[in-house]
């Protein structure tokens, strides 16, 4: 079945990086777009980015351009989110995603995410 | 941008009623509409794909309907269970969007 796993959440200070990772399995990774979808303490889901199959087209939300990256390793079944310059508005539960494959496919697919909290 | 719009933000509802849940596009998504649910502490579940469509497991009380930038989630003969705030989602478009929630509790 497919399974993803989100990583590397924690405590951060303002301005400084993190990089968050997924392990995919029971499917074809590389087969599949996959998202980062963030959701702050008490509120509704955001979405973040997209990555297709190939990891040679990105998009991103304005309220996080420039500053995160999403990637992926299709060798190792992973996807990942770097986040540079971060702020307290950046504090949530991230997590990954898969969609069901083809353009403008739903999202089916979520990992159990990971809480990413910026404070000094 | 499209921006959806999710009526009511908050229901309190008994067993075995109906409840229907409406999302407004902005600007019209054709079918590319989701809808999902989400129970505290647990991630979102797909519940229905493509306006109509019932994802694979779903409950068959879980329905939905509409096209172009307005649609319907229903659930038939409401249980317990189905407390949870549900969204919907639009992948007509990047960025894709979600809807703010809504809320239903049972009483």
């Known amino acids: 079945q497919v399974q993803l796993v989100e990583s590397g959440g924690g405590v951060v200070q303002p301005g400084r990086s993190l990089r968050l990772s997924c392990a995919a399995s029971?499917?074809?990774?590389?087969?599949?777009?996959m998202h980062w979808v963030r959701q702050a303490p008490g509120k509704g889901l955001e979405w973040v980015a997209v990555?297709?199959?190939?990891?040679?087209?990105?998009y991103y939300a304005d309220s996080i351009k420039g500053r995160f990256t999403i990637s992926r390793d299709n060798s190792k079944n992973m996807l990942y989110l770097q986040m540079n310059s971060l702020r307290a508005e950046d504090t949530a539960v991230y997590y990954c995603a898969r969609d069901s494959g083809g353009a403008a496919a739903e999202i089916e697919y979520w990992g159990q995410g990971t809480l990413v909290t910026v404070s000094s | 941008e499209i921006v959806l719009t999710q009526s009511p933000d908050f229901q309190s509802v008994t067993p075995k009623e109906k409840v229907t849940i409406t999302c407004r596009a902005s600007q019209t998504v054709g079918i590319s509409l989701h809808w999902y649910q989400q129970k505290p502490d647990q991630s979102p579940k797909l519940l229905i794909k493509?306006?109509?469509q019932s994802f694979s497991g779903v409950p068959s009380r879980f329905s939905g309907s509409g096209s172009g930038t307005d649609f319907t989630l229903t659930i038939n003969s409401l249980e317990a269970e189905d407390a949870a705030t549900y969204y919907c989602?639009?992948?007509?478009?990047?960025?894709?969007?979600f809807g703010q929630g809504t809320k239903l509790e049972i009483k």
């Open positions: 990555i297709l199959y190939d990891g040679d087209n990105k």
């Open positions: 493509y306006a109509s």
């Open positions: 029971g499917f074809t990774f590389g087969s599949y777009a």
């Open positions: 989602h639009q992948s007509s478009s990047l960025p894709r969007t």
